[in-house]
C-alpha cells in the first residue's frame, strides 16, 4: 500500500469519505505521480476513482510546494466535466488549502481577472479556452503557468485521432517550450485495446517515457438481454414505427422509477424516443421521468436534466447520445439500454459502467429494431446485419477487447490553425522557427516535413491567410486577421451556421441551418412536440409553441468507423450456431433466419454475389479498408460504394468484379497518392479550404486511406 505516501491532510479526507481502501490504480499512481519524472496514463472503466488517483498524489505535491503561478493545469473535453470535476475536487482541495479556478466561456470574466492578477493552484480549462488564453494573453503565458509542476488530460480517449486531440497536443507543446521545460503528463482514459498507442497520444515520439497503469478490476456482475422488435412492411405511414413504439412500451414499463441512461446513438432517435417515452407518462397521467439530452440542447436544459440525474429523490431516465458517455458525475445509475449498434466497443464499454456502482449489478438493455423479411427484401438486409454487429459488440465487450486507438493523422487544418495562433501568441513567427514549434519532436505534426510546411506557407500566403515582412517574418493577412479575431477560431472543429429554437423566451437549443423550417411546421425537440409559431432569418431565431404530432429533425448524427475485429466476429457469428444466452426469442429467429440466407447465399465460401445488376462483395473487414478498396475500383473505372458491411459495385458482372478483386490482390498495392486525388470532397476538416490539393491528398491518405491493408484483404478473400 502506498497510502502513507500521501500527505497527512490528503490521508486525513480519505479517511472522511469512509473509503476502507484505495482501487488499485489510485495505490499505483501515488509514486509514479509524486515521483515527478515520467508520464503516466491511467486507464479504468467510468466510476474507477481515476480522478482521484491523479488529484490525490498532485495535491499531495502541491501542499508542500504552494507558491505563486498555476501548478496543476487540468484539461477536459466538456465545459460540463470541468464544472463537475471543479465540485468533486473542490473539497480535497481545500482540505489540502490548494486554490482551484476554471476557465471556459460560462465562467464570470471577474473570475479570470482575478486568476491573471494572481495565478496560483489548479486550474481546469477546454482546450479552446486554452487557446484564447494563447491568442488574447500569448505574452503572459510564460508567467502565469512558469510554476506548472503536472498537466491532467481527462478523457483521453475521447480526444485520440481528432482535431481536438491535435490541437490540445501541440498547445501541450507549445507551453512546454513557452515555459522552457518539460512538465509530466497524467492522462486519465477509458481502458483501449492497445494503451501503449493512447501513450503515444499523451506524449507524441516519447511514449516509452510513460508509465501505464491499468486497473485490473474486473468489474461487477452483469446483467444483459438483447430484445428485437420486427415491424411489418408498412402499407402506409400510420402502419411504420410499430416497433419503436413496442420498444418505447418496454423502456416505459422497465425503467420508471429509477435513474437510467438510454443512448439512442443519433439525436434526432434520442427525441424520438424521449417523446414517445413523455406521451405515454401523459396519457398515464403521470409527472414525466424522461427527458432529451444531447449537444444541440440548451446548456440550462442539459444541466437541469443532469441535476435530476443526481437527484436520489427524483427518478429519471435521461435519453441522450455521447453527451453522457464522459466521466461528468451523474450518480448512481440503476440501469443502460443501448438501441442499435453501439458506436463502437469502445462506446459501448463506457456506456455500460455509468450502471452498477456501489456494489450494485450493472444492467444493460440493448433493443434492435427491424422490419419483416418478405418478398421485396434486399439480400443485404436479409442478413440483419445490424443485429449481427450488434451481437458481435457485446461478444467482444464479454471478452475484454476493445479498439486500439487510430494511428495518427496529419490534421494540416488543426496545423493552420496552430500556425496563426503562434503568430498571434507572439505577434509572428519566422518560417524556421515555426516549423521547430509546430513540427519538433513531441508535436502532433511531427509528421509533416518540412516541404509539406513550405507548401502550405506558399498555399496561405497565395490566399491572403498569411503575408510575410520585409525579414521574411510570418504575419497575418487579410484573410487571416479577422478569422483569428473570431470566436470561432479557437475551436479546432466545424462549427455550423444554426437556428435557436426558443419557447417563451427560453432557448430550448439550437439546430443547423440547412433544415428547412417554416411556420406551422410540426416537430419534436428537447423531448417535446411542437409548432413552427416564426421564423425569424435575420437572426436566426425560431419560435415554437407546443403541439400535437410532429417528427424529430435531422440534426447531422453520423455514426463511427466499424473495425476489422468486429466485422470478422461478424462473419464468425453467421457461419456458427450458438446463440448467445442474452438473445431474446426474437433476437434468436432473426439470427436463425440471418444464418439459413448466408448459407443459401454460400458466403461462406463465395466473397461476392450477384443482387440483380450489381455484385455485392463481402470482404468482411473494416470500414477504412472497405473504403479504400471502394477507391481503388473507382480508380479502375468501376463504379463501387460501401454499402454496410459489403461493396456494391454498381453494373457490374459477379466475374468481372472477381477480376478485379484478383487484379488488386496480385498488386503491388496502388499509389496512394495518385488514389486519394481522384477522390472528390476531399476537404471536411474546418480550414482544409486553405489547403493546396497536394496537401489535401497527403491529409486524406493519413485519414482515410489503408492500401496495405485493402490489398491484404484482397488477397485473403482470393485466396
Given at each position: 500500500?502506498?497510502?502513507?505516501?500521501?500527505?497527512?491532510?490528503?490521508?486525513?479526507?480519505?479517511?472522511?469519505?469512509?473509503?476502507?481502501?484505495?482501487?488499485?490504480?489510485?495505490?499505483?499512481?501515488?509514486?509514479?505521480?509524486?515521483?515527478?519524472?515520467?508520464?503516466?496514463?491511467?486507464?479504468?472503466?467510468?466510476?474507477?476513482?481515476?480522478?482521484?488517483?491523479?488529484?490525490?498524489?498532485?495535491?499531495?505535491?502541491?501542499?508542500?510546494?504552494?507558491?505563486?503561478?498555476?501548478?496543476?493545469?487540468?484539461?477536459?473535453?466538456?465545459?460540463?466535466?470541468?464544472?463537475?470535476?471543479?465540485?468533486?475536487?473542490?473539497?480535497?482541495?481545500?482540505?489540502?488549502?490548494?486554490?482551484?479556478?476554471?476557465?471556459?466561456?460560462?465562467?464570470?470574466?471577474?473570475?479570470?481577472?482575478?486568476?491573471?492578477?494572481?495565478?496560483?493552484?489548479?486550474?481546469?480549462?477546454?482546450?479552446?479556452?486554452?487557446?484564447?488564453?494563447?491568442?488574447?494573453?500569448?505574452?503572459?503565458?510564460?508567467?502565469?503557468?512558469?510554476?506548472?509542476?503536472?498537466?491532467?488530460?481527462?478523457?483521453?480517449?475521447?480526444?485520440?485521432?481528432?482535431?481536438?486531440?491535435?490541437?490540445?497536443?501541440?498547445?501541450?507543446?507549445?507551453?512546454?517550450?513557452?515555459?522552457?521545460?518539460?512538465?509530466?503528463?497524467?492522462g486519465l482514459s477509458a481502458t483501449l485495446g492497445d494503451m501503449s498507442l493512447a501513450a503515444d497520444q499523451l506524449r507524441p515520439d516519447h511514449s516509452d517515457r510513460v508509465t501505464i497503469l491499468e486497473s485490473a478490476a474486473t468489474g461487477q456482475e452483469l446483467r444483459l438481454q438483447l430484445r428485437s422488435y420486427v415491424d411489418k412492411r408498412p402499407d402506409t405511414d400510420e402502419d411504420a414505427g410499430m416497433a419503436?413504439?413496442?420498444?418505447?412500451?418496454?423502456?416505459?414499463?422497465?425503467?420508471?422509477?429509477?435513474?437510467?441512461?438510454?443512448?439512442?446513438?443519433?439525436?434526432?432517435?434520442?427525441?424520438?424516443?424521449?417523446?414517445?417515452?413523455?406521451?405515454?407518462?401523459?396519457?398515464?397521467?403521470?409527472?414525466?421521468?424522461?427527458?432529451?439530452?444531447?449537444?444541440?440542447?440548451?446548456?440550462?436544459?442539459?444541466?437541469?436534466?443532469?441535476?435530476?440525474?443526481?437527484d436520489p429523490t427524483k427518478p429519471t431516465t435521461a435519453v441522450c447520445t455521447t453527451t453522457l458517455e464522459m466521466g461528468i458525475d451523474i450518480g448512481a445509475i440503476a440501469q443502460v439500454a443501448q438501441i442499435g449498434p453501439p458506436p463502437s466497443v469502445a462506446s459501448l464499454r463506457q456506456r455500460l459502467g455509468r450502471s452498477g456502482r456501489r456494489d450494485q449489478p450493472a444492467v444493460l438493455r440493448v433493443y434492435?429494431?427491424?422490419?419483416?423479411?418478405?418478398?421485396?427484401?434486399?439480400?443485404?438486409?436479409?442478413?440483419?446485419?445490424?443485429?449481427?454487429?450488434?451481437?458481435?459488440?457485446?461478444?467482444?465487450?464479454?471478452?475484454?477487447?476493445?479498439?486500439?486507438?487510430?494511428?495518427?493523422?496529419?490534421?494540416?487544418?488543426?496545423?493552420?490553425?496552430?500556425?496563426?495562433?503562434?503568430?498571434?501568441?507572439?505577434?509572428?513567427?519566422?518560417?524556421?522557427?515555426?516549423?521547430?514549434?509546430?513540427?519538433?519532436?513531441?508535436?502532433?505534426?511531427?509528421?509533416?516535413?518540412?516541404?509539406?510546411?513550405?507548401?502550405?506557407?506558399?498555399?496561405?500566403?497565395?490566399?491572403?491567410?498569411?503575408?510575410?515582412?520585409?525579414?521574411?517574418?510570418?504575419?497575418?493577412?487579410?484573410?487571416?486577421?479577422?478569422?483569428?479575431?473570431?470566436?470561432?477560431?479557437?475551436?479546432?472543429?466545424?462549427?455550423?451556421?444554426?437556428?435557436?429554437?426558443?419557447?417563451?423566451?427560453?432557448?430550448?437549443?439550437?439546430?443547423?441551418?440547412?433544415?428547412?423550417?417554416?411556420?406551422?411546421?410540426?416537430?419534436?425537440?428537447?423531448?417535446?412536440?411542437?409548432?413552427?409559431?416564426?421564423?425569424?432569418?435575420?437572426?436566426?431565431?425560431?419560435?415554437?409553441?407546443?403541439?400535437?404530432?410532429?417528427?424529430?429533425?435531422?440534426?447531422?448524427?453520423?455514426?463511427?468507423?466499424?473495425?476489422?475485429?468486429?466485422?470478422?466476429?461478424?462473419?464468425?457469428?453467421?457461419?456458427?450456431?450458438?446463440?448467445?444466452?442474452?438473445?431474446?426469442?426474437?433476437?434468436?429467429?432473426?439470427?436463425?433466419?440471418?444464418?439459413?440466407?448466408?448459407?443459401?447465399?454460400?458466403?461462406?465460401?463465395?466473397?461476392?454475389?450477384?443482387?440483380?445488376?450489381?455484385?455485392?462483395?463481402?470482404?468482411?473487414?473494416?470500414?477504412?479498408?472497405?473504403?479504400?478498396?471502394?477507391?481503388?475500383?473507382?480508380?479502375?473505372?468501376?463504379?463501387?460504394?460501401?454499402?454496410?458491411?459489403?461493396?456494391?459495385?454498381?453494373?457490374?458482372?459477379?466475374?468481372?468484379?472477381?477480376?478485379?478483386?484478383?487484379?488488386?490482390?496480385?498488386?503491388?498495392?496502388?499509389?496512394?497518392?495518385?488514389?486519394?486525388?481522384?477522390?472528390?470532397?476531399?476537404?471536411?476538416?474546418?480550414?482544409?479550404?486553405?489547403?493546396?490539393?497536394?496537401?489535401?491528398?497527403?491529409?486524406?491518405?493519413?485519414?482515410?486511406?489503408?492500401?496495405?491493408?485493402?490489398?491484404?484483404?484482397?488477397?485473403?478473400?482470393?485466396?
Amino acid at each position: 500500500m502506498n497510502f502513507g505516501l500521501l500527505h497527512p491532510k490528503a490521508q486525513r479526507w480519505v479517511w472522511q469519505q469512509g473509503w476502507s481502501e484505495l482501487r488499485d490504480v489510485q495505490d499505483a499512481a501515488i509514486p509514479a505521480i509524486l515521483g515527478g519524472n515520467t508520464d503516466v496514463l491511467i486507464g479504468a472503466a467510468t466510476a474507477a476513482g481515476k480522478t482521484e488517483a491523479a488529484f490525490l498524489p498532485i495535491c499531495s505535491k502541491l501542499a508542500d510546494h504552494r507558491g505563486p503561478g498555476i501548478q496543476a493545469l487540468y484539461v477536459g473535453p466538456l465545459k460540463a466535466l470541468i464544472n463537475d470535476q471543479f465540485r468533486r475536487t473542490e473539497e480535497l482541495c481545500e482540505a489540502l488549502e490548494i486554490r482551484t479556478h476554471r476557465w471556459h466561456g460560462d465562467v464570470a470574466g471577474t473570475r479570470k481577472q482575478a486568476l491573471l492578477r494572481d495565478p496560483s493552484g489548479i486550474l481546469l480549462i477546454t482546450p479552446e479556452s486554452l487557446e484564447a488564453m494563447f491568442v488574447l494573453r500569448g505574452t503572459q503565458i510564460p508567467r502565469l503557468f512558469e510554476a506548472l509542476q503536472y498537466v491532467v488530460v481527462d478523457e483521453l480517449h475521447s480526444f485520440l485521432g481528432t482535431e481536438r486531440g491535435a490541437q490540445l497536443l501541440s498547445q501541450l507543446h507549445r507551453l512546454e517550450i513557452a515555459i522552457r521545460r518539460r512538465v509530466p503528463r497524467v492522462g486519465l482514459s477509458a481502458t483501449l485495446g492497445d494503451m501503449s498507442l493512447a501513450a503515444d497520444q499523451l506524449r507524441p515520439d516519447h511514449s516509452d517515457r510513460v508509465t501505464i497503469l491499468e486497473s485490473a478490476a474486473t468489474g461487477q456482475e452483469l446483467r444483459l438481454q438483447l430484445r428485437s422488435y420486427v415491424d411489418k412492411r408498412p402499407d402506409t405511414d400510420e402502419d411504420a414505427g410499430m416497433a419503436v413504439r413496442r420498444i418505447a412500451d418496454h423502456l416505459f414499463a422497465n425503467l420508471r422509477g429509477r435513474t437510467n441512461l438510454v443512448f439512442a446513438n443519433a439525436r434526432s432517435r434520442v427525441e424520438l424516443y424521449a417523446a414517445e417515452l413523455a406521451d405515454r407518462s401523459s396519457a398515464a397521467g403521470i409527472p414525466n421521468e424522461f427527458h432529451a439530452h444531447h449537444g444541440n440542447l440548451a446548456k440550462e436544459l442539459r444541466e437541469d436534466v443532469e441535476a435530476m440525474l443526481k437527484d436520489p429523490t427524483k427518478p429519471t431516465t435521461a435519453v441522450c447520445t455521447t453527451t453522457l458517455e464522459m466521466g461528468i458525475d451523474i450518480g448512481a445509475i440503476a440501469q443502460v439500454a443501448q438501441i442499435g449498434p453501439p458506436p463502437s466497443v469502445a462506446s459501448l464499454r463506457q456506456r455500460l459502467g455509468r450502471s452498477g456502482r456501489r456494489d450494485q449489478p450493472a444492467v444493460l438493455r440493448v433493443y434492435y429494431a427491424t422490419v419483416a423479411i418478405d418478398a421485396e427484401t434486399s439480400l443485404l438486409d436479409r442478413l440483419q446485419l445490424p443485429l449481427v454487429q450488434t451481437i458481435a459488440s457485446i461478444d467482444l465487450l464479454l471478452e475484454r477487447w476493445c479498439e486500439p486507438p487510430e494511428p495518427s493523422r496529419l490534421h494540416l487544418s488543426t496545423l493552420i490553425q496552430q500556425l496563426l495562433s503562434l503568430i498571434a501568441q507572439h505577434g509572428g513567427a519566422k518560417p524556421a522557427e515555426a516549423y521547430r514549434v509546430l513540427c519538433g519532436r513531441g508535436s502532433p505534426f511531427s509528421a509533416v516535413t518540412t516541404a509539406q510546411f513550405a507548401d502550405l506557407l506558399r498555399t496561405l500566403g497565395a490566399k491572403d491567410v498569411l503575408t510575410q515582412a520585409g525579414d521574411d517574418t510570418l504575419l497575418l493577412g487579410g484573410r487571416g486577421e479577422p478569422t483569428v479575431n473570431h470566436y470561432t477560431f479557437y475551436a479546432a472543429f466545424q462549427t455550423p451556421e444554426e437556428y435557436r429554437l426558443v419557447h417563451g423566451g427560453r432557448q430550448l437549443g439550437t439546430m443547423p441551418i440547412d433544415f428547412p423550417l417554416y411556420e406551422g411546421l410540426l416537430l419534436v425537440f428537447a423531448g417535446q412536440r411542437w409548432r413552427v409559431v416564426s421564423v425569424h432569418e435575420e437572426d436566426k431565431v425560431v419560435q415554437l409553441t407546443p403541439a400535437p404530432g410532429g417528427k424529430p429533425p435531422n440534426l447531422g448524427d453520423s455514426g463511427g468507423l466499424v473495425h476489422s475485429e468486429v466485422r470478422a466476429k461478424m462473419r464468425t457469428l453467421l457461419e456458427g450456431d450458438h446463440a448467445p444466452a442474452y438473445l431474446d426469442q426474437q433476437s434468436r429467429t432473426l439470427l436463425e433466419q440471418a444464418r439459413r440466407d448466408y448459407a443459401t447465399l454460400e458466403l461462406d465460401s463465395r466473397p461476392a454475389i450477384t443482387d440483380g445488376s450489381d455484385t455485392l462483395l463481402f470482404p468482411w473487414t473494416g470500414d477504412r479498408q472497405l473504403h479504400t478498396l471502394a477507391a481503388i475500383f473507382n480508380a479502375s473505372r468501376l463504379e463501387a460504394a460501401v454499402d454496410g458491411a459489403a461493396i456494391r459495385l454498381v453494373g457490374t458482372p459477379r466475374e468481372a468484379a472477381l477480376t478485379a478483386l484478383a487484379k488488386v490482390a496480385k498488386g503491388p498495392a496502388p499509389d496512394v497518392h495518385e488514389l486519394a486525388r481522384k477522390i472528390e470532397s476531399k476537404a471536411t476538416e474546418k480550414f482544409d479550404r486553405w489547403l493546396s490539393e497536394e496537401l489535401l491528398c497527403d491529409q486524406f491518405e493519413s485519414a482515410v486511406l489503408d492500401c496495405p491493408g485493402a490489398v491484404q484483404t484482397a488477397r485473403l478473400l482470393t485466396s
